[in-house]
């Protein structure tokens, strides 16, 4: 069986990040994908966080229609946190394994939405230093406090780069053999941005707060 991991972890700094996600700032952070031809099941996601324990939070899948997700959820987690909220963490959602539509575009996320109830804080996510470190997607966000109504209802917000994530992907069900990963090398990238680029600074990318 063959597989792929897409993967910005690898060409992010280790600290560039935005804030703040949690209770009672923004809810909802996330990365749209596109789905590699031949290689429709989505096996795992993650994504480089650096949370206070007191936070719960769930992974999520939904197709993605251009400025929001569509239909219902194809994955939902169960509740977590991160271990130690000092330092980043690279917190994998496992799917089971979901078929999605190749070349279709879906967005993977977390939210603390459904777990508001005694839990509190909020904190960082890793973001890269290029607005298309990874062309087939892009980081987004949504300030819907506890209703996740609006996660299909209102459109999403863009953040500049791509979060630090990973999603493996392979051809069918079962164990996949070794991955490959997919990288976009920085010397390649650094044409195609410098013009349009807007610098991501290791201080506070963005303070979405709660409508």
Same mark, same amino acid.
């Given at each position: 069986?063959? $597989?792929?991991?897409?993967?910005? +972890?690898?060409? @992010?700094?280790?600290?560039?990040?935005?804030?703040?996600?949690?209770?009672?700032?923004?809810?909802?952070?996330?990365?749209?994908?596109?789905?590699?031809?031949?290689?429709?099941?989505?096996?795992?996601?993650?994504?480089?966080?650096?949370?206070?324990?007191?936070?719960?939070?769930?992974?999520?899948?939904?197709? @993605?229609?251009?400025?929001?997700?569509?239909?219902?959820?194809?994955?939902?987690?169960?509740?977590?946190?991160?271990?130690?909220?000092?330092?980043?963490?690279?917190?994998?959602?496992?799917?089971?394994?979901?078929?999605? +539509?190749?070349?279709?575009?879906?967005?993977?996320?977390?939210?603390?939405?459904?777990?508001?109830?005694?839990?509190?804080?909020?904190?960082?996510?890793?973001?890269?230093?290029?607005?298309?470190?990874?062309?087939?997607?892009? $980081?987004?966000?949504?300030?819907?406090?506890?209703?996740?109504?609006?996660?299909?209802?209102?459109?999403?917000?863009?953040?500049?780069?791509?979060? $630090?994530?990973?999603?493996?992907?392979?051809?069918?069900?079962? +164990?996949?053999?070794?991955?490959?990963?997919?990288?976009?090398?920085?010397?390649?990238?650094?044409?195609?941005?410098?013009?349009?680029?807007?610098?991501?600074?290791?201080?506070?990318?963005?303070?979405?707060?709660?409508?």
């Amino acid at each position: 069986m063959s $597989a792929v991991t897409i993967d910005t +972890v690898a060409l @992010w700094d280790g600290s560039s990040f935005i804030e703040s996600f949690g209770i009672p700032d923004t809810q909802t952070y996330g990365q749209t994908v596109t789905v590699p031809l031949g290689l429709p099941v989505l096996q795992s996601f993650s994504f480089e966080m650096q949370l206070p324990t007191t936070l719960a939070f769930r992974g999520e899948v939904y197709a @993605w229609d251009g400025t929001r997700a569509a239909g219902p959820n194809l994955f939902e987690s169960g509740v977590t946190s991160t271990t130690d909220g000092s330092v980043f963490q690279l917190i994998t959602f496992n799917t089971g394994g979901i078929t999605l +539509v190749p070349g279709g575009v879906y967005v993977l996320f977390a939210s603390s939405s459904r777990d508001n109830s005694g839990h509190s804080g909020g904190g960082m996510w890793g973001v890269t230093q290029f607005d298309d470190t990874y062309a087939g997607g892009t $980081a987004v966000y949504i300030n819907n406090g506890s209703d996740t109504t609006r996660w299909t209802s209102e459109d999403w917000a863009g953040v500049p780069g791509d979060l $630090a994530f990973q999603a493996t992907f392979v051809s069918g069900s079962g +164990v996949p053999e070794p991955s490959t990963t997919l990288l976009l090398a920085s010397a390649l990238i650094g044409l195609s941005v410098a013009s349009r680029r807007r610098p991501v600074c290791r201080a506070t990318k963005h303070r979405p707060q709660q409508r």
